[in-house]
């Protein structure tokens, strides 16, 4: 039986709240999940602070000793050799290569004891999308699998399928690339953004960004809008719509165009459920405009940065004021570069940490600008840490004990600090934060009861998140 903490309140007829949820969560008076939620709102219950969420997904692992768990006391292989800098948050030492992110930490978050044992991208990948291991073990696989956890993303587009609500825009959407498609050309698909046994039908709508340098590596400096164009990837293998490429590059919208008036051809009874889905969003008019760049001055997409990472920022705020709800942004290779950074400090010096420093800081300012920081939560970390001390080339191996996350909007307290670290910033010594804790934070702020269940791949009523607390210290 499910154990809902926090003060119980009695319905209408005297049973508690909690209790009924519990039961109805359950399975127990056959509803499914979205019902529940739709219950839970009748009698009353709390309505999340969020109305959408963009996850930053800084995957190979940022070194916590680099960015927001300084140790300038530390010996120097431990230390490192980038300089603190003063924040706008009174105890926080920032890297020096972030000083956009310094200036505006009276806006954000940092959870320095982000910690888990799976010390793998695969799986600290999967983990810090789900909220769940991964069933494969350490070291032992890169794919994805149906026996995969739903990402939150997914579950979040489950809700969203299963209302009385007809919607022309996914709930769930990844930007600018599937995990993994840039590394060593496709060859490492990384688990955690899909929907697993959830079903393929809760799959996150995925952008493809392919352009290639003249060498044909995937590099993307100083992109125009020519070479920067997000095209829909997988509606073909996943939702059984084929929207042909021509030989030349062709923009996402011209290929909306051609494939709406391909559509317009035929009655919407020829198409499957799945083939419904995407074709909802082919021919739908606010896809198209949310994902068409271009509307944005000139002056803005400069300050989120004319590269990769930069673009599908923006992008990621383009969606959720269209109204998606969950759109994760993926900084995986970007630029030729990877934060996995082994075996120097050259390429996070002068290309990783400049590049999110800037993305993240606009993202920050912009949503707040428009008045949408308030109703939308923003999550970026890796899915590791780095080791405390350095090898000899001056990189950090896999370390995932310790690990910090940023995290703004939607009640979070600007210019908070939560949590501690040792001397060598290796281990948490004060709160700890799970993975399990994360996603279940992210579900109380969008008014998901985390401890709500749904159905597996048998039908079985399997919990949202298993011994994960919401960590509602960070909320003002």
């Known amino acids: 039986m499910l154990e809902i903490l926090g003060k119980p309140t009695a319905a209408c007829d005297g049973v508690p709240r909690r209790k009924l949820l519990q039961a109805a969560g359950a399975g127990l008076f056959g509803l499914s999940l979205p019902q529940v939620l739709r219950a839970e709102a009748a009698i009353g219950g709390a309505h999340g602070r969020a109305k959408s969420v963009i996850f930053l997904l800084l995957f190979g692992g940022p070194s916590q000793l680099e960015t927001f768990d300084l140790k300038p006391d530390a010996p120097e292989k431990i230390r490192g050799p980038f300089m603190p800098i003063a924040s706008r948050t009174p105890g926080l030492l920032i890297g020096e290569h972030l000083p956009k992110l310094a200036a505006v930490s009276d806006k954000f978050c940092i959870v320095r004891t982000m910690t888990h044992p799976w010390n793998d991208h695969s799986g600290g990948g999967h983990y810090v999308q789900t909220g769940h291991k991964w069933h494969v073990p350490v070291g032992a696989g890169f794919s994805p699998t149906p026996k995969d956890w739903p990402s939150i993303g997914s579950v979040v587009e489950y809700q969203a399928q299963r209302t009385d609500i007809v919607r022309d825009l996914p709930s769930y959407a990844v930007v600018p690339n599937t995990l993994g498609r840039l590394q060593e050309m496709g060859q490492y698909p990384r688990p955690g953004e899909h929907a697993g046994w959830l079903g393929r039908a809760y799959n996150p709508l995925t952008t493809q960004i392919d352009k290639r340098d003249l060498n044909d590596n995937p590099y993307w400096r100083d992109c125009t809008d020519e070479e920067l164009t997000f095209e829909i990837a997988g509606l073909a293998a996943s939702e059984h719509l084929t929207i042909d490429r021509r030989q030349e590059r062709t923009s996402l919208l011209t290929q909306f165009d051609d494939a709406r008036r391909l559509i317009g051809t035929r009655p919407l009874r020829d198409y499957g459920r799945f083939q419904e889905r995407a074709i909802s969003l082919v021919t739908s008019e606010r896809t198209r405009a949310a994902l068409d760049i271009r509307q944005e001055s000139p002056e803005l997409r400069d300050r989120y940065g004319r590269h990769l990472f930069g673009q599908s920022a923006l992008m990621a705020r383009r969606l959720v ?71 000899a080339n001056w990189g950090r191996d896999h370390w995932s004990t310790l690990f910090p996350a940023l995290v703004a909007g939607a009640g979070v307290r600007g210019g908070g600090l939560y949590g501690s670290s040792d001397k060598e910033a290796a281990y948490p010594i004060e709160h700890p934060v799970k993975p399990e804790d ?15 269940r749904l159905p597996d791949s048998q039908g079985r009523p399997v919990p949202l998140i298993e011994e994960g607390t919401p960590v509602e210290a960070i909320f003002g």
């Not at 996070?348 to 800037?358: H, R, S, Y």
């Not at 994360?438 to 709500?452: F, K, N």
């Open 321 to 391: 004021e269209a109204g998606v709800r969950f759109v994760t942004v993926h900084y995986d290779c970007v630029d030729g570069y990877s934060w996995d950074s082994h075996r120097n400090s050259d390429d996070i010096k002068k290309n990783l940490l400049p590049t999110a420093d800037q993305a993240v800081s606009a993202l920050i300012v912009d949503l707040e600008e428009r008045g949408l920081l308030d109703e939308t939560l923003v999550v970026c970390l890796g899915e590791m840490g780095r080791t405390p001390r350095a090898n």
């Open 438 to 452: 994360l996603a279940a934070t992210i579900y109380s702020a969008l008014g998901i009861d985390h401890e709500l």
